[in-house]
Structure formats: C-alpha cells, structure tokens
C-alpha cells in the first residue's frame, strides 16, 4: 500500500500561481513507474493532468495544461511537485496525486484514473477570476 498526501492548493487570481506538493514513498526514483496528477471539477469527470513514465522519464500533459504546468520530483524528499503558472479560472478543481505499481500502462490509458491504484485525498484549487 502507497500513502499519498498532496499540499499546496489554496485560493489566487487568475494569472497567479501556485505548486502542489505530493509525498509518498516509493513516489519518486522510479519505484512506481507511472505517477502524476489528476483534477475533478464539481459536475465533471476525473481528467489527467501530467503524468510521468519513469521508464523513459516522460512527462505527458493534457492539452489545457502544456506551457503552463510542469511536474518535477525530489528524489530525496520523495515529493512530487505540480508548478501551475498562469492559472485560468478553468482550472479551478480539487487535485489528485496518483501512481500506480503496474509494470506497464498502455499510452492511450496514461490519463485515465483507472489505470491508478494510488490516490492521495486531494487538494482545492480556486482560481477567481
């Protein structure tokens, strides 16, 4: 069993930023080899944000995220950061850190949230406009 506890979110004007932390063990060096962010809006479905392979060290971001957002690890820490610059009311939505332990996830299902058996409680994001 993984823990994961996320931090950071909280309340900014559009355009403002802000970095999530997510910290478990295992999360970083690769021990988990998929791992990344998720958001849920009220009323909609769970959609991934970036997700990063540890295999080729890849970091694939959903397309209303790419140039704004960036993931990044601290190995020592074992913390996963979610660095959201330019924040856009759309944006605002509680957001998951998960990973999962499967050897291997199809490319098509990267940024489905059943592909992960991880899930942290989450943290709010509300970007006011």
């Known amino acids: 069993q993984v823990q994961l506890v996320e931090s950071g979110g909280g309340s900014v004007q559009a355009g403002g930023s802000l970095r999530l932390s997510c910290k478990g063990p295992r999360l970083t060096y690769g021990s988990l080899l998929y791992m990344g962010w998720f958001r849920q809006a009220p009323g909609k479905a769970r959609e991934g944000v970036a997700i990063?392979?540890?295999?080729?060290?890849?970091?694939v971001y959903a397309d209303s995220v790419k140039g704004r957002f960036a993931l990044s690890e601290d190995g020592v820490k074992n913390t996963v950061y979610l660095q959201m610059n330019g924040l856009k009311p759309e944006d605002t939505a509680m957001y998951y850190c998960?990973?999962?332990?499967?050897?291997?996830?199809?490319?098509?299902?990267?940024?489905?949230?059943?592909?992960?058996?991880?899930w942290g409680q989450g943290t709010q994001v509300t970007v006011s406009s």
């Open positions: 990063r392979y540890a295999g080729d060290g890849n970091v």
């Open positions: 998960t990973a999962t332990d499967d050897q291997w996830v199809p490319p098509g299902r990267r940024m489905m949230p059943s592909s992960y058996n991880y």
